[in-house]
């Protein structure tokens, strides 16, 4: 079956720098987009980026852009999400999901993880 698991939150300080890791498994993902979503306590989960694995397009939220990088390695089967600048707002468990669907880029996606918590203090 697919598994999403993430690794690399943690807590770290206000202007640093984290990189997220989602390894993907249970079958072929090169036609999925992969995205990263996030969820504050007492807020709805927000979509923060995604990829398209076979051509590498990417799309952000426009409060990460120009901070968060995501990228993919096809060797590893596995997403990064590199955020850079974090800011105390960015505070929130982090999800990697993914959909074979061609028209899922910001939200209806099928697979989750398990979710990996980001704080960064002020």
């Known amino acids: 079956q697919v598994q999403l698991v993430e690794s690399g939150g943690g807590l770290v300080q206000t202007g640093d720098s984290l990189r997220l890791s989602c390894l993907a498994s249970?079958?072929?993902?090169?036609?999925?987009?992969m995205g990263w979503f996030r969820q504050a306590p007492g807020k709805e989960r927000e979509f923060v980026a995604a990829?398209?694995?076979?051509?590498?397009?990417?799309f952000y939220a426009d409060s990460v852009k120009g901070r968060f990088t995501i990228s993919r390695d096809n060797a590893k089967i596995t997403v990064y999400l590199q955020m850079d600048s974090l800011r105390p707002e960015d505070t929130a468990v982090y999800y990697c999901?993914?959909?074979?669907?061609?028209?899922?880029?910001?939200?209806?996606?099928?697979?989750w993880g398990q979710g990996t918590q980001v704080t960064v203090s002020s």
């Open positions: 999901a993914a959909d074979p669907r061609v028209n899922v880029m910001v939200d209806n996606y099928d697979y």
């Open positions: 249970g079958r072929t993902f090169s036609h999925d987009t």
């Open positions: 990829i398209r694995w076979r051509d590498g397009y990417t």
